[in-house]
Nanobody
Framework: VQLQASGGGSVQAGASLRLSCEDSERTFSSFAGGWFRQAPGREREFVGAIHWDGISTYLVDFVKGRFKISRDNAKNTVYLQMNTLKPEDTATYYC????????????????WGQGTQVTVSS
């Protein structure tokens, strides 16, 4: 698995972004995909995950109703649609792959992408 995250940028509060995480090795369809984020000076925190079947998903409470996680296994890509962005969403977003169901811990992920920066200004 070789993950490449993209789609970050600098936006105003209330805007939307869609992050993508593509596996260049084309094996992502066999793994659960997860998104984490890390703001400066803070721990990397879990945002959401999706099982390889694309049906079982989980998002943390502070993004529920604003973010959506999905995947296209034909494209070996997992997405994070982020709507109604807030300044507190500013962070580097990382994608990861796991052989577990819908893992929520960093230690449960086997492969990581390089991160994409999201900056939300008020």
């Amino acid at each position: 698995v070789q993950l490449q995250a993209s789609g970050g940028g600098s936006v105003q509060a209330g805007a939307s972004l869609r992050l993508s995480c593509e596996d260049s090795e084309r094996t992502f369809s066999s793994f659960a995909g997860g998104w984490f984020r890390q703001a400066p000076g803070r721990e990397r925190e879990f945002v959401g995950a999706i099982h390889w079947d694309g049906i079982s998903t989980y998002l943390v409470d502070f993004v529920k109703g604003r973010f959506k996680i999905s995947r296209d296994n034909a494209k070996n890509t997992v997405y994070l649609q982020m709507n109604t962005l807030k300044p507190e969403d500013t962070a580097t977003y990382y994608c990861a792959a796991s052989q577990l169901w819908v893992p929520m811990q960093k230690t449960e992920y086997d492969y990581w992408g390089q991160g994409t920066q999201v900056t939300v200004s008020s």
